[in-house]
């Protein structure tokens, strides 16, 4: 069975600074990853995806993240942070089939001014 | 391109009524996924659809639970008999293809049962 560990519940961090978001999978097969980012009161919007290829990808808003697969981890970061970006964030793995996400418990980001 | 919608977004409701969601999914899209968010967690899979066929249930959805697609457009969600427990967020997403593919999600419902 997939499942996904996020080990941060809480990160606060400084308007300016960098971000870095942990994201552990456990899955079988060839992993098919995701960040998504909720807004209070919102549905989930999808910052990267992670299908094959070049191990480093960009996303929106200035996001990335890398897929390691020696350490079962896809790690989200971003250089810079801006109070907007004060969300929760879910990482998720995908099957083959396309059949469902498997969610992570989310981290919910605090941005200090 | 409109986004999923989801009607109603929000749902108050006193425990032992049924309750019906419906989801509208992206034009053309043929996969349409229900999940369930309780506070503080993750979104955990329901069920999800190929068309108008349900091909899986998570063992989540008791028997008080439905969810059809007619005619492979819209999908509703109904509960039956709802308890306290059911109290949570029901998102719908839709994804344009078989296989791994990115999905789109709605707003979601609120649900609150008192």
């Known amino acids: 069975a997939q499942s996904v560990t996020q080990p941060d519940i809480h990160i606060t961090v400084s308007e300016g600074a960098s971000l870095e978001l942990r994201c552990n999978y456990s899955?079988?097969?060839?992993?098919?990853l995701f960040w998504y980012v909720q807004s209070p009161g919102q549905g989930l919007q999808l910052l990267l995806k992670y299908f094959s290829g070049d191990t480093l990808v960009q996303g929106i808003k200035g996001f990335e993240a890398e897929f390691k697969r020696s350490q079962s981890s896809f790690n989200l970061r971003k250089p810079s942070v801006h109070w907007s970006d004060a969300a929760e964030y879910f990482c998720?793995?995908?099957?083959?089939?396309?059949?469902?996400?498997?969610f992570g418990g989310g981290t919910r980001v605090l941005v200090k001014p | 391109d409109t986004g999923v919608s989801q009607d109603p977004r929000h749902k108050i409701t006193k425990r032992g009524q049924n309750v019906t969601f419906r989801c509208d999914p992206i034009?053309?899209?043929?996969?349409l996924y229900w999940y369930r968010q309780t506070l503080g967690q993750g979104p955990e899979f329901l069920t999800y659809?190929?068309?108008?066929?349900?091909?899986?249930k998570s063992r989540l959805l008791s028997d008080r639970f439905s969810a059809e697609r007619p005619k492979g457009s819209f999908s509703t969600l109904e509960i039956q008999r709802t308890e306290q427990g059911d109290s949570a967020m029901y998102l719908c997403?839709?994804?344009?293809?078989?296989?791994?593919?990115?999905?789109?999600f709605g707003p979601g419902t609120r649900l609150t049962v008192l």
């Open positions: 997403a839709s994804s344009p293809r078989t296989g791994p593919d990115t999905q789109y």
């Open positions: 034009s053309e899209h043929n996969r």
């Open positions: 659809f190929q068309n108008e066929a349900q091909l899986e």
């Open positions: 899955y079988g097969a060839t992993p098919y």
């Open positions: 998720a793995v995908g099957d083959a089939a396309g059949n469902k996400l498997t």
